[in-house]
């Protein structure tokens, strides 16, 4: 079965700051992969995704992933953090078998001011 | 549009007694349907997902149990809850598409399950 890596449990940076979030995937085939953002207390929100063609992919709220097959990565950038973006950040990854998607184990973001 | 909702959003319950957590999906049909649960520290984990009524795919050996008795109704049980039953659980529907696995999950609010 397919996995994912978040090698960062926890990331603080400023606001106004930029921010990186890493993600390594197991998969032996084209994967399709996910950023979701989970608020305190809420569920998930999708980011953005990739299934094929350009390799960088933009989503909401100014959030970008480069999907890097080289590497099995699909990290999440954004150029300047905002408070409101303190949350978990979940990458996920589907494979290509009807129902079957697979979490990372977060990594929660503080944004100091 | 659709809609996921979820109950109960808090649920304290002793050691031992039974569980049911229930889902329901709003404005779509044959949608897959999953339970996740998030315990503190420890991410999401994939507990049951399921392509149709009766048909259920566990992820991992537990003391948790799922159902679909409806197409559009997705219910997490125990008979014997246990302390480690303690965490988030999310549930979450997508639809069936042309490429399998490439389905976004829309996540309902979750419920908050709470053993001592």
């Known amino acids: 079965a397919q996995s994912v890596t978040q090698p960062d449990i926890h990331i603080t940076v400023s606001e106004g700051a930029s921010l990186e979030l890493r993600c390594n995937y197991s998969?032996?085939?084209?994967?399709?992969l996910f950023w979701y953002v989970q608020s305190p207390g809420q569920g998930l929100q999708l980011l953005l995704k990739?299934?094929?063609?350009?390799?960088l992919v933009q989503g909401i709220k100014g959030f970008e992933a480069e999907f890097k097959r080289s590497q099995s990565s699909f990290n999440l950038r954004k150029p300047s953090v905002h408070w409101s973006d303190a949350a978990e950040y979940f990458c996920?990854?589907?494979?290509?078998?009807?129902?079957?998607?697979?979490f990372g184990a977060g990594t929660r973001l503080t944004v100091k001011p | 549009s659709q809609t996921i909702h979820q109950w109960p959003a808090t649920l304290v319950q002793p050691v031992g007694s039974p569980l049911s957590l229930e889902c329901t999906v709003e404005?779509?049909?044959?949608?897959?349907l999953y339970w996740y649960r998030q315990a503190a520290g420890r991410g999401l984990q994939l507990l049951f997902y399921?392509?149709?009524?009766?048909?259920i795919s566990s992820e991992v050996p537990q003391n948790l149990s799922a159902s679909r008795p409806q197409d559009r109704q997705f219910i997490l049980s125990s008979k014997k809850l246990l302390l480690s039953d303690s965490g988030f659980y999310l549930c979450?529907?997508?639809?069936?598409?042309?490429?399998?696995?490439?389905?976004?999950?829309?996540f309902g609010a979750g419920s908050r399950l709470t053993v001592l």
């Open positions: 979450a529907w997508s639809v069936k598409g042309s490429l399998a696995g490439a389905n976004v999950l829309t």
């Open positions: 998969y032996g085939a084209t994967p399709y």
């Open positions: 990739y299934f094929s063609g350009d390799t």
């Open positions: 996920a990854v589907g494979a290509n078998r009807e129902g079957d998607m697979r």
């Open positions: 404005g779509t049909s044959n949608p897959n």
């Open positions: 399921s392509v149709g009524i009766g048909q």
